[in-house]
């Protein structure tokens, strides 16, 4: 469960991940991505707008139910991956 973590978050952060931790800028990141106000954010990972305020400043690190619903999103919305030729 925990490299599966891992790697989810390594794929968000485009391998800056460390120990399945998720940065305030790594979260940022998935947000803008999306194209996702912190307000809207919030709603999908279903925290509060001050939540997701103090993760993007690393005043808090999401865990347990939030940093799981961030893996559920970030997979939703991977990267594409280029494509080799």
């Known amino acids: 469960m925990y490299r599966e973590r891992d790697a989810i ?7 800056r991940a460390t120990l399945g931790r998720m940065s305030g ?13 912190q307000e809207q954010f919030a709603r999908v990972v279903g925290v509060t ?25 970030a997979r939703q919305h991977r990267k594409p991956e280029a494509a080799t030729a």
């Not at 800028?25 to 106000?37: D, K």
């Not at 707008?49 to 999103?73: C, I, K, M, Y």
């Open 49 to 73: 707008f001050t939540t997701v305020n103090r993760w993007e400043r690393d005043w808090n690190t999401p865990r347990g139910l939030s940093l799981r619903a961030l893996e559920r999103v």
């Open 9 to 15: 978050a390594n794929a968000v952060a485009g391998g």
């Open 25 to 37: 800028e790594q979260i940022r990141e998935l947000r803008l991505r999306l194209g996702l106000t």
